[in-house]
């Protein structure tokens, strides 16, 4: 009788221990869209202030407690923690954790490495991408003024495949992915940020903010400069601080992808302001591998475009699927509705160009004016897979990006 009394107790003991270390009761609301392998994130100051190290995230299975991987990241905002609402969640599911005291596994899979001139982001033994922090120099013969840093180039496919093309012959100024300004004013006088021959101005790299690596994502914040040439000297025209994070994601078949957020936030550097002229090239953009081309790539947008008639219209997604070391593979770019004369307008080349080249470019059609004083963020996700990107896949991405999961807190007691 006493032991059995005992291990009544025991039990009882157990279940009030157990939900001493309850700290919150997490829901995730699917909403109007399926989800498969959405980064959610849930600001975590106001829920406890438990140190980091000592966080755990359960997902309730089935009445069974699963550990999950998350990771904490200190913002301006303040603690945020986040994870990955694996696999697939219809639309109007929900998901439920409950945020625990104890001992987290942390592992640095998306990992930051400095290798001189660029910093290489990479998942395990895989490689991402690589931003140049050290200025790129013109192929031997071409003008001084094509040099330029702060761009991303290789950007690399799950399956080991360059993506991007950087100094074409064609266009010495294109770099990658990159996103200057085009035609400007400033105090006066016309400034081109993206010809780089021009003479006018350039963009370069200044300083590394911070740098974050582990379970769930990883990337950099770097500081940049929009530089104006002037007679005998020259003058930062824009402060930028542009933010890359990759998300620790796979595919609907188990495999990896690289999906990444990249954010621009611009500043007047000085009283000056800036007016960025109507032009159709600028922004955000994409000068892809020679090996994509006409006959070998195809263009799509979320308005039903190709690139037969893509160009001078306006979208919230557009891809381009190509074939690269003999494999397909592709790129998908998300706009975010709180950008610039959203939903964008797009450059995209024409099919006499052969070669790949397309971008976002909110001031394509209409002046954007910045003034001293204010922040002017443009937010975008990218999408780098193998195999073949469709139209509803694509669409189910941005919704993640756009209207992501609700998520429901309630404090434990």
């Known amino acids: 009788m006493k032991n059995r009394l005992f291990f009544i107790l025991s039990i009882l003991a157990s279940v009030t221990f157990a939900k001493a270390q309850e700290i919150a009761v997490i829901t995730v609301e699917a909403g109007a869209s399926d989800r498969y392998e959405t980064p959610v994130s849930l600001l975590l100051d106001p829920v406890t202030f438990e140190p980091d190290s000592g966080l755990v995230l359960y997902e309730w299975v089935k009445k069974t407690k699963i550990p999950v991987l998350s990771q904490i990241e200190q913002l301006p905002e303040g603690r945020v923690l986040s994870w990955i609402l694996t696999a697939k969640t ?21 990992k930051v490495t400095d290798r001189g001139d660029a910093i290489l982001l990479s998942s395990g033994d895989d490689k991402i991408m690589e931003y140049h922090y050290g200025v790129m120099m013109p192929p031997e013969g071409v003008a001084y003024e094509y040099r330029r840093s702060g761009f991303i180039h290789p950007l690399w496919s799950p399956a080991g495949e360059v993506l991007t093309n950087i100094q074409p012959a064609d266009h010495y100024h294109h770099y990658g992915i990159w996103n200057p300004l085009t035609g400007t004013t400033f105090e006066g006088e016309y400034v081109n940020f993206q010809d780089l021959q021009k003479g006018l101005g350039t963009v370069r790299f200044k300083a590394f903010n911070s740098f974050v690596e582990g379970n769930i994502l990883g990337g950099f914040k770097a500081v940049q400069e929009y530089v104006v040439f ?3 000297y020259e003058k930062t025209a824009l402060n930028e601080s542009v933010g890359v994070k990759v998300w620790n994601v796979r595919d609907e078949e188990e495999k990896k992808v690289w999906l990444w957020d990249f954010a621009s936030t611009l500043n007047c550097a000085s009283e000056s302001p800036l007016d960025v002229n109507e032009y159709r090239y600028g922004g955000l953009g994409l000068r892809a591998t ?25 979208c919230r997604w557009m891809f381009c699927n190509g074939a690269a070391g003999g494999n397909k593979s592709g790129i998908l770019f998300l706009s975010y509705p709180s950008n610039y004369n959203y939903p964008e307008p797009i450059r995209v080349w024409p099919e006499t160009m052969n070669d790949v080249y397309m971008n976002f470019c909110p001031f394509k059609n209409k002046n954007w004016y910045l003034e001293e004083g204010k922040d002017y963020t443009l937010r975008y996700r990218i999408v ?25 807190v309630k404090k434990g007691k």
């Open 384 to 408: 780098v897979y193998s195999g073949e990107m469709t139209q509803e896949r694509a669409e189910q991405y941005w919704q993640d990006f756009a209207n992501p999961p609700a998520i429901l």
């Open 290 to 314: 020679a090996e994509w081309n006409t006959r070998t790539s195809s263009i799509l947008t979320s308005e039903g475009k190709t690139r037969k008639d893509a160009d001078d219209t306006n």
């Open 230 to 232: 002037k007679p005998g």
């Open 90 to 110: 219809v639309s109007g599911g929900t998901r439920e954790y409950t945020l625990e005291k104890g001992a987290a596994k942390r592992e640095k899979v998306i």
